[in-house]
């Protein structure tokens, strides 16, 4: 099992949408003869990219796992999304990983996705590896993109490989640390040849090489004072020192290639397996004991008490629940119980699965740096650690993505509500990143998420799993009305009479505005006999129904006091019914005379931008009749806070994208209620009324 573990490579292939990190991988497992074809995104034959969402929009949605073997070694492919809308999935499946290799495209550079995942990588402490892919393509430009990465993600450039050719001449790759060419037959075999340097690339090369070199020695103390004294250094030698230098992150190499040609794929496999670390060359992972705060650690061996952390959750309707983990320590085999150390429960399971793509293949046993998955566990979800019940160990998973767009959602078929609820209370299971809850006061189902394709493929999965179809809308604004000045001695008389018993009830009331947040208040302050004490209850009763719809457009009443200080009753004709109608008729009558005003929610936002486009937000904000409140900076990024009306930003994720270059974010929480301006006012209301 050791010997296993030791062999064994966890990769995440990481990049910006569209730079091809799923040809990357598919290329890997055709040279490492887990398929026996070439699969292409392009073309919906993609062994990784295999949902029926993700062939539509040709990108990778949900991350997708496989392995291969290599040279004695095995790779466990993680393919993550690289669209903004399904990064948090990438976050969460990266803790899987043990290195990454970040894929950037030759001709279009690194994006805003690059940064964003890289930052995820260090935020893991992940070793890396830079792979410039499409070198085949036109206006690609290997020696740009080396500046660029180099610049923008603040590393060494330490290229261990140059491309021979350009564009549609790229035929091979020279490699700098051995000093030889690799030449291909471009015919996606993956098959080269090897010979000695291009003489047209000499000069280059050997700027190249001397560039790395003193890069590598930085790794090694003794090697950099040979270095500086002159001596000569063995091929070996630096190829040892590299090693050790990406296995620690003080070297980070960048290596190229095509991967839909399959070209110098097979020197970026041997690269993972020297360079990239194995599980049990990972320090020991720290957890916490169940309910304390004292630290435990879990090294990484086959005698380690057993532990995992759940890093995904897969919902499929016909196998259940499919939940992913990745063991830390210890070993584990089918048919066992083991211990849910975040819910205190104890999970009993049959088989242990190896995800091939779409397929899972059932294994007998797993240990240090495996990548599971086990089927229809009840109480264990995405973030949980699974653990030996004898030695329970809490790890802190990575956070989802905050959501940041919501609509409401409706069921298209009236009366399949709960369909829709139970249906995408299972999609939650599988996506952390959604979040659904029901706003008491607009009565609406909202669907929160990272974007708006993300929830528009929710919707796509949700008919195809569950055959519930559904319609977004807008999410409609909780307005609220309010008063703003106090009334008195406000009498409502009920009366009725047909035939029979009649209704009788009469109130009187002193209505005052109270401050903001401050919600209801009832004052019984009656004296004498006019009204017998056993009819307060219907009065207050009769207020608190009147509150849910306001004069103004029929919005919930917030922030005023009634006082109830008089009325009359009849013996035969009053009932709780009669005072009922009576108190809320009666405060109908005051808000009329107290000068009803609307109120609107006004949310607390936290915007991350570069310095660049911060001229550009602050004018849209002001626009949106935001109000800064403070600036703050973060890196190189600036991080404005400021109250801005909701009915203002309910798209705005969609516009900070256009604005920033997809480089912003922001979180948004609800702060408070404000007056809407007058001459918005007569519009809400005007639509309200037209609503109803």
């Known amino acids: 099992m050791e010997k296993r573990a030791e062999q064994l490579r966890n990769v995440a292939f990481i990049a910006h949408g569209g730079s091809g990190k799923t040809s990357l991988a598919e290329a890997i497992l055709f040279n490492g003869k887990a398929t026996t074809r070439l699969g292409k995104v392009d073309d919906g034959t993609s062994n990784l990219d295999f949902e029926p969402e993700e062939i539509k929009r040709k990108i990778t949605i949900s991350t997708s796992f496989h392995h291969c073997n290599w040279k004695k070694h095995t790779i466990n492919l993680i393919d993550t999304p690289g669209d903004d809308n399904f990064l948090s999935d990438t976050r969460l499946s990266m803790q899987a990983a043990d290195g990454v290799v970040l894929v950037i495209d030759a001709t279009d550079g690194v994006k805003v996705g690059t940064e964003k995942v890289w930052a995820f990588a260090d935020e893991l402490q992940l070793p890396k590896i830079i792979f410039i892919n499409k070198l085949d393509k036109e206006r690609s430009d290997f020696f740009k993109i080396v500046e660029e990465s180099s610049r923008t993600l603040d590393v060494k450039a330490t290229p261990v490989f140059l491309p021979i050719g350009a564009e549609d001449k790229f035929e091979g790759i020279v490699d700098l640390i051995r000093m030889k060419s690799y030449r291909y037959s471009k015919d996606g075999s993956g098959k080269f040849e090897s010979g000695d340097i291009p003489t047209d690339m000499e000069d280059i090369v050997s700027e190249w090489r001397e560039k790395i070199i003193e890069n590598i020695v930085e790794a090694n103390d003794d090697l950099m004072e040979k270095y500086l004294e002159g001596e ?129 293949q059932p294994v007998e046993m797993a240990g ?181 719809s306001g004069t103004l457009a029929g919005y919930p009443v917030v922030d005023l006091k009634v006082r109830f200080f008089d009325g009359k009753s009849h013996d035969v004709d009053s009932s709780e019914m009669a005072f009922k109608i009576a108190a809320s008729m009666c405060l109908k009558k005051a808000m009329q005379d107290a000068n009803p005003t609307l109120l609107e929610p006004i949310m607390k936002m936290e915007i991350t931008i570069p310095e660049d486009v911060m001229g550009d937000v602050m004018g849209d904000l002001n626009g949106r009749r935001g109000r800064v409140l403070g600036m703050d900076s973060q890196g190189k990024y600036q991080v404005i806070k400021a109250n801005v009306p909701m009915a203002e930003v309910l798209q705005y994720a969609l516009d900070l994208n256009s604005i920033s270059g997809g480089r912003g974010t922001f979180q948004m929480e609800h702060s408070h209620y404000e007056e809407v301006p007058a001459q918005l006012a007569e519009k809400v209301i005007a639509a309200a009324k037209d609503k109803q």
Request: net charge neutral.
């Open 368 to 548: 240090p740096g495996d990548i599971i998955a086990i089927a229809k566990l009840k109480e264990t979800s995405t973030g949980d650690t699974l653990c030996s019940p004898d030695d329970p160990i809490i790890y802190k998973p990575s956070e989802p993505l905050p959501s940041v767009i919501s609509y409401a959602v409706e069921a298209k078929v009236k009366g399949s509500e709960d369909k829709v609820f139970s249906s995408l209370a299972k999609l939650l299971e599988e996506d952390p990143t959604l979040r659904l809850k029901r706003d008491q006061t607009t009565a609406e189902t909202l669907l929160s998420g990272t974007g708006q394709i993300h929830l528009e493929t929710t919707c796509e999965k949700l008919q195809r799993k569950f055959g519930v179809e559904v319609n977004l809308n807008p999410v409609t604004v909780p307005y609220r009305e309010t008063i703003k000045k106090p009334v008195q001695k406000v009498i409502y008389r009920h009366k009725k009479q047909t035939g029979g018993r009649g209704q009788f009830a009469e109130v009187h009331f002193d209505v005052f505005p109270l401050e903001k947040g401050a919600g209801f208040e009832f004052d019984e302050a009656l004296t004498g006999m006019n009204v017998p004490r056993n009819f307060v209850p219907a009065v207050e009763k009769g207020l608190n129904e009147s509150l849910t």
């Open 232 to 360: 000569d250094l063995s091929t070996r030698e630096i190829e040892e020192t590299l090693i050790q230098g990406i296995k620690s992150g003080i070297i980070i190499p960048t290596v190229c290639g095509s991967a839909t040609l399959n070209l110098g794929i097979p020197q970026l496999m041997d690269l993972i397996v020297q360079g990239l670390p194995s599980p049990i060359e990972k320090a020991p992972r720290e957890g916490t004991q169940p309910g304390g705060k004292d630290v435990v650690e879990r090294p990484p061996t086959v005698d380690a008490p057993f532990s995992a952390l759940v890093f995904k959750t897969i919902a499929d309707p016909f196998a259940g629940r499919l939940t992913l983990l990745r063991v830390f320590s210890g070993t584990t085999k089918s048919d066992l119980t083991l211990y849910n150390a975040n819910k205190n429960a104890k999970e009993k399971f049959n088989q242990l699965l190896l995800i091939e793509g779409k397929k899972q």
